[in-house]
């Protein structure tokens, strides 16, 4: 486990400068919204946060320490959500077992929280009652009582998969790994009262499982035959149509390389033939799968208007532009940087932000996530290019970028 720690932007004069940010909102871009990234170094155990500065400009403003806030080293935050109202961000923590809660403001840790070995994902539900998080090692979905008022945050329930009964009805379907377990949540995102949690974390021990998440238990089932997702999870704004992404590296044994995404009717949760976009019943993953052109598909994001869905592929470092009207490609995107992994836009349509993987990753297949410029790209939104590379610690190959977050202040 990596044990490198660096607070290159804290030390000295410039950490003055930067404590004294630490509790300013971020500052406007040009149409008057204001927001901040996070970009999370898996490999260092930093958080670095980064404010637009005009003309495809970003300016450090301050940087996290997780190991220094929780006192232990070796946490790997993984990747972070918001609350709705970008008040406090839940960071899940892999190899810490950890879901740590910061309140954005003044980025002060407000609950540390033991919800499980492999805490990939932790999200807030749409009405902030809850987080919800995908920890891969226990294969259970852990719950989160959070109490945003009173800053109080507690474990109230989980749902162990293999355990759940509208699971193991259908347990034949699914293979074991080599620990004996058949399901293993990996990520997810909310659509009309339900969330939807990919398995894995490999391709082959794929699918999806739908949780009511107000009575916190699964409704509905697919086998990894029927949608052999294990990677990303994204509702469209209207939350009328569901997408996943699945993928694997171009050395994977028994595939070979994979790059699929879905698109799922949320009313009927039917997935959508890629042909006529309407909602089929029979089917199999071979018949509503889709073609990302290119090997190990992961991270997407809609841009803010909710106009263009934007996917990568990891180890190709390419990507499509769908229009989610009708699920048709209408662009590629030729570079996103070495080894892409997550993205999420800016709030003005004018970035899409996407982190790059380390020269030594500590998570995914190295074939497809060893990188050579450990950061972020900031790609254009309308230009489809990269406008600038960000390294935050530049030299270090413990420097691993995994998940990222946009923040809006205003």
């Given at each position: ?278 909602p089929v019943e029979d089917f199999s993953a071979e018949d509503v799968s889709r073609d990302t052109d290119g090997y190990d598909a992961h991270g997407f994001w809609f841009t803010d208007g909710g106009d263009e869905l934007w996917i990568l592929n990891r180890e190709t470092d390419n990507g499509l532009v769908v229009d989610p009207e009708t699920n048709e490609v209408i662009d590629e995107i030729d570079d996103y940087g070495p080894a892409p ?70």
């Amino acid at each position: 486990m990596k044990q490198t720690t660096r607070r290159s932007f804290l030390a000295g004069t410039a950490g003055a400068t930067l404590t004294a940010a630490a509790g300013c909102l971020g500052s406007d871009d040009a149409d008057g919204t204001g927001y901040e990234v996070w970009a999370l170094d898996q490999g260092t155990d930093q958080i670095y946060i980064y404010e637009p500065d005009g003309d495809d400009e970003f300016e450090a403003v301050a940087e996290i320490d997780v190991n220094e806030d929780v006192d232990e080293f070796g946490q790997v935050p993984h990747m972070v959500d918001f609350s709705s109202d970008y008040e406090y961000a839940a960071v899940a923590c892999t190899a810490g077992a950890k879901t740590l809660v910061y309140r954005t403001e003044d980025r002060e840790l407000v609950a540390n929280l033991d919800t499980g070995a492999g805490s990939h994902f932790a999200g807030f539900t749409p009405d902030d009652e809850y987080i919800q998080v995908d920890a891969i090692g226990e294969g259970a979905i852990v719950r989160v009582d959070a109490d945003l008022e009173d800053e109080s945050f507690d474990i109230v329930d989980e749902i162990v998969i293999d355990d759940a009964p509208a699971f193991a009805d259908r347990a034949e379907e699914f293979p074991a790994d080599d620990d004996g377990v058949r399901g293993r949540p990996v990520c997810h995102d909310h659509a009309n009262g339900h969330s939807y949690h990919t398995l894995g974390p490999s391709i082959d021990f794929a699918g999806v499982v739908v949780v009511d998440y107000d009575a916190f238990e699964i409704d509905q089932v697919f086998s990894p035959d029927e949608i052999r997702s294990n990677c990303g999870t994204m509702a469209s704004p209207d939350e009328g149509t569901f997408y996943f992404t699945a993928g694997v590296p171009s050395n994977h044994e028994e595939t070979g390389g994979v790059g699929e995404w879905y698109a799922l009717d949320t009313d009927t949760n039917l997935p959508l033939d890629p042909e006529t976009n309407e909602p089929v019943e029979d089917f199999s993953a071979e018949d509503v799968s889709r073609d990302t052109d290119g090997y190990d598909a992961h991270g997407f994001w809609f841009t803010d208007g909710g106009d263009e869905l934007w996917i990568l592929n990891r180890e190709t470092d390419n990507g499509l532009v769908v229009d989610p009207e009708t699920n048709e490609v209408i662009d590629e995107i030729d570079d996103y940087g070495p080894a892409p992994d997550i993205m999420w836009g800016s709030p003005d349509d004018e970035y899409m932000f996407v982190t790059l993987r380390g020269p030594d990753p500590l998570s995914g297949d190295p074939h497809a996530a060893k990188g050579e410029t450990p950061g972020f790209s900031v790609l254009s939104v309308e230009d489809r290019e990269i406008v600038t590379v960000i390294e935050p610690d530049e030299g270090n190959d413990d420097s691993d970028f995994h998940g990222i977050g946009v923040r809006v202040t205003e």
